[in-house]
């Protein structure tokens, strides 16, 4: 129950409605919870968490989607969908394959989605973006691997759209939270995505011959 209150506390508040819930649903689930009484106690944290409206921006791993022999496959139960299942809550999925943050603002999804939900109680936009971003072109690295090259969206570039617009949503009432990137296998990328795209042998010189530096 406290994690749950953690996870609603934000400076912007909720709706007075969904605070008085929110006391409510502690009041009732420490009570089950004292007379042993599980199951009402989880029915009411599910009820409780259906009352938000969340959405999740972000790329291929959000979308469970990835590259096989170069075409994409699709996991059917992707991050996404186990979230829903474990919390029983519906989560609206605008993920997709080789999103980034640059190209979610150039196409002004974050706008839209503010013009058609601002101040409107319990919206949560969870944005799972940045793989996408700190990727290269790899194609053109290995065409010229001694020379400086920058990832698809420099990072005083990335942090700065970020700031930018989470500022804006915030402003907008919408309850925004960042989900962190996941570690890369150095060696599996290099092989699957990487060798596929571009001279292996001139990126692993870009390297400097070493593929850890993918995860680094």
């Known amino acids: 129950?406290?994690?749950?209150?953690?996870?609603?506390?934000d400076e912007e508040g909720f709706s007075k409605e969904f605070e008085t819930k929110m006391h409510q649903t502690i009041k009732k689930v420490s009570f089950d919870y004292e007379n042993l009484k599980y199951n009402t106690a989880i029915a009411q944290l599910m009820t409780m968490l259906n009352d938000f409206d969340i959405t999740v921006m972000?790329?291929?791993?959000?979308?469970?989607?990835?590259?096989?022999?170069?075409?994409?496959?699709?996991?059917?139960?992707?991050?996404?969908?186990?979230?829903?299942?474990?919390?029983g809550v519906s989560i609206e999925n605008?993920?997709?394959?080789?999103?980034?943050?640059?190209?979610?603002?150039?196409?002004?999804?974050?706008?839209?989605?503010l013009e058609n939900n601002a101040h409107k109680p319990n919206k949560v936009l969870v944005i799972a973006l940045g793989g996408n971003d700190c990727d290269y072109n790899w194609k053109e690295?290995?065409?010229?691997?001694?020379?400086?090259?920058?990832?698809?969206?420099?990072?005083?570039?990335?942090?700065?759209?970020l700031n930018e617009n989470v500022q804006k949503l915030k402003k907008g009432g919408i309850h925004t939270y960042?989900?962190?990137?996941?570690?890369?296998?150095?060696?599996?990328?290099?092989?699957?995505?990487?060798?596929?795209?571009?001279?292996?042998?001139?990126?692993?010189?870009?390297?400097?011959?070493?593929?850890?530096?993918?995860?680094?």
């Open 178 to 216: 960042l989900a962190a990137l996941p570690p890369v296998y150095s060696d599996r990328y290099f092989q699957n995505i990487i060798a596929a795209r571009a001279d292996k042998d001139a990126v692993l010189h870009f390297f400097t011959g070493d593929v850890t530096n993918i995860s680094r």
């Open 141 to 161: 690295v290995g065409e010229y691997p001694d020379a400086q090259h920058e990832p698809n969206t420099p990072p005083s570039e990335f942090f700065s759209l």
């Open 58 to 87: 972000g790329d291929s791993i959000a979308k469970g989607l990835f590259l096989k022999d170069n075409k994409i496959m699709r996991i059917e139960r992707n991050t996404v969908k186990l979230m829903q299942e474990h919390y």
């Open 1 to 9: 129950v406290w994690k749950l209150q953690d996870i609603m506390t």
């Open 94 to 113: 605008f993920s997709l394959f080789g999103q980034t943050l640059k190209k979610t603002v150039q196409k002004g999804f974050f706008d839209t989605y």
